[in-house]
């Protein structure tokens, strides 16, 4: 028996289905984003697009069954003008404005224009064209990561260069560089803002992650580094309710969940879990909050959501994450269970990219993008 | 090593506008069963990059021996090389042309880990992580200054020795 038919026979608890197969990109697709307010897809590729795909949501009574009749339907492909990759993709918290990070060291800017009747937000199908309204030059070398923070007043931008830019978000598509981050040693792969604060994370290449924060009367610096993965960190992200963890993903096949000790003013983290699974590099990992009717399930713990994970090794695990009670006067203890496997997820293909959909009504649902220029939506089904 | 010349501060791996370009001739068929002496074949002819006249094969950078599968998956292949001093500025660049030479011949289910020799370089760890590192792979591959290089090397790769 093959080692892939012998793991088809591990009883998880849930299943992974396919619920729309979107090719189209000729070439790696390395990223894919959800807008926040409007359903819309997205992903980018080397082939120097970004596609956007449009998906209906007929509302039905039996809501639990809602996702069996989305379609995704390919709105437009924006011809980016990058002149090389693009990398990844963020879009604003409104959902107005899609930022591109290439390699050729350059994040765009894009906007729809409106149409006639000056309603672009509301005309998913129609609307304008997409255009770029600001071109944010200053990266000498591959962009990797692009994030808005969750107010959307700030962005912030990574590369091979090893700096991390945090630009301010004027009206009118006018951004100001607030501060240039010289902190990392190695090329950074991935930066994301808390959920609520204006603290940002990154991970590079010299195997840390680091967190930053704005002095009111002084620039953004430094306020801590994590280490522990032994070789890249390509992903990381924000248990999206509170905040009060972070996990990342690593060339060295683990993914580790960071808590964040409580304390006035200063930023530190510890290590709490380190999470082994995959067989190849992580590339990109992804965290939803727990549906409503299932944040409190067992009593003592609490239910962080779901941690969805993907990389070289083409699988996707989905882990359920609990704080549970440590010993007393100690830490809480993190404890993830595995939900679900689905390997080959994009045939052969690695896969660069793995999303939620941050949505209403979407709960468990999420895309990934894989090498073979393929974005894909799946969703999880618990028995 | 007169290879360090080629290096320049913003590329990783090399930044050499050079003569003419050739186009790789890649005609390798899907195959079903590949082994080492097949893998070893599509390498042994890639021009060194600083003794163009000369392949990975006759400079033993390269060997079958130092291409092994993993056992539980063998379409996961480590394909290790030896290379010439062990400060050589060009191993990065060596390495690049392996897995760019693999990319390109094997089928799409392999999955392809570059190494050098255990020992052999002063700066191995480096070396190994970039050479794996798919996307700054990926970044190097849109380098046209490098890229035409790389061809010229490649332009080599499965002629008859």
Known sequence: MSRRESRMEVDLPGKIELIADLP????????????????????????????????????????????SSLKFELNTSIATGHTKTVRGIAWSPSGQTLATASFDANIGIWQQEEDEDGEA?????????????????????????????????????????????????????????????????????????HPTEEILASASYDDTIK???DDPSDDWFCATTLTGHTSTVWSIAWEPKEGGYLASSSDDRTIRIWRRLPGKGDISFECAAVIEGHERSVYSISWAPAPEKEAVKDAGGKN???????GGDGTVLIWQINEVPGEPDKSPKIEQTLLARLDAAHGVHDLNAIAWCPRA???????TAGDDGHTKVWKLILS | SRHAQFAKPHSLWLNDPDSEQDTDEDDSDEVEQIDQDEIFDLIR????????????EQLAVVSAPQITF????????????????????????????????????????????????????????????????????????????????????????????
């Open chain 1, 304 to 310: 962080l959501g779901w941690l969805a994970s993907t």
């Open chain 1, 24 to 67: 189209g990109h000729e070439d790696k697709a390395w990223h894919v984003a959800w807008n926040p307010a409007r359903p819309l897809l997205a992903s980018c590729s080397a082939d120097k697009t970004v596609r956007l795909y449009h998906y209906n949501t007929i509302s039905t009574s039996d809501t639990s069954d809602s996702s």
């Open chain 1, 121 to 193: 937000e509301n005309n998913v199908n129609g609307g304008g064209e997409w255009e770029c309204v600001s071109l944010l030059e200053g990266h000498e070398t591959e962009c990797k990561s692009v994030a808005y923070s969750s107010t959307g007043t700030l962005l912030a931008s990574c590369s091979r260069d090893k700096t991390v830019w945090i630009w301010e978000v004027h009206p009118d598509a006018d951004f100001e560089c607030m501060g240039v981050l010289m902190e990392h040693s190695q090329d950074v792969k991935c930066v994301a803002w």
């Open chain 1, 361 to 367: 009504g979407m709960d468990g649902i999420f895309a």
């Open chain 2, 45 to 56: 002819s890639i021009s060194d990059p600083e003794h163009r006249s000369m392949t990975l």
């Open chain 1, 211 to 213: 967190l930053y924060q």
């Open chain 2, 70 to 161: 993993n056992s539980k998956v063998p379409d996961r292949v480590t394909v290790e090389f030896t290379p010439t001093v062990p400060h050589c500025g060009m191993s990065t660049f060596i390495g690049l042309s392996i897995r760019v030479r693999l990319l390109r011949s094997l089928p799409e289910r392999y999955k392809i880990d570059i190494r050098v020799k255990p020992g052999s370089h002063e700066s191995e760890h480096a070396l190994n992580k970039q050479l794996n590192d798919k996307e700054r792979v990926a970044a190097a591959l849109e380098n046209p200054a490098l890229l035409e290089v790389l061809e010229q090397c490649l332009s080599t790769a499965g002629r008859s020795t």
